[in-house]
């Protein structure tokens, strides 16, 4: 795709995408994948890594945690249950334990600790990953 500039503006009701990635270098939505997970087999010149990183980052692509789940068949997600989910306290909790989640490459699943359908779905999820 030399010479052809394409533009893809990031949309603000989803997240950016391998494919909007890959349209943006002009590669293979795969390849992207590739290069964004590290593969160590991986033989490409460095003028397309390069151009590939440079899309990520425009785009401010970011893998999914979830998505990867579902590829992978293993799960990647953490369990947070707090007391009660309308106290401020917790806010700054929440959002830390979130923040190094998706920095270790988990999702982090919210819930309070109540009496209710909503507590036993919770149990039911922490015995299963636990």
């Known amino acids: 795709m030399d010479g052809v500039h394409v533009l893809i503006e990031p949309s603000r009701t989803r997240r950016p995408t391998l494919k909007d990635v890959a349209v943006l270098a002009g590669v293979d939505a795969s ?7 590290g593969d160590p087999v991986l033989s490409i010149p460095q003028s397309t890594r390069d151009r590939v990183l440079a899309a990520v980052a425009s785009v401010g692509y970011r893998p ?7 590829r992978t068949q293993k799960l990647s997600t953490l369990g947070l249950i707090i007391p009660d989910l309308t106290n401020p306290v917790y806010a700054p909790i929440v959002a ?3 923040s190094a989640a998706s920095k270790a490459g988990f999702a982090l699943l919210l819930a309070s600790d109540t009496e209710g359908p909503g507590q036993e779905a919770a149990q039911m999820f922490v015995s299963h990953v636990g």
């Open 31 to 37: 390849l992207v994948s590739r290069v964004v997970s």
């Open 96 to 98: 830390g334990a979130q």
């Open 64 to 70: 999914s945690a979830a998505a990867r789940s579902l």
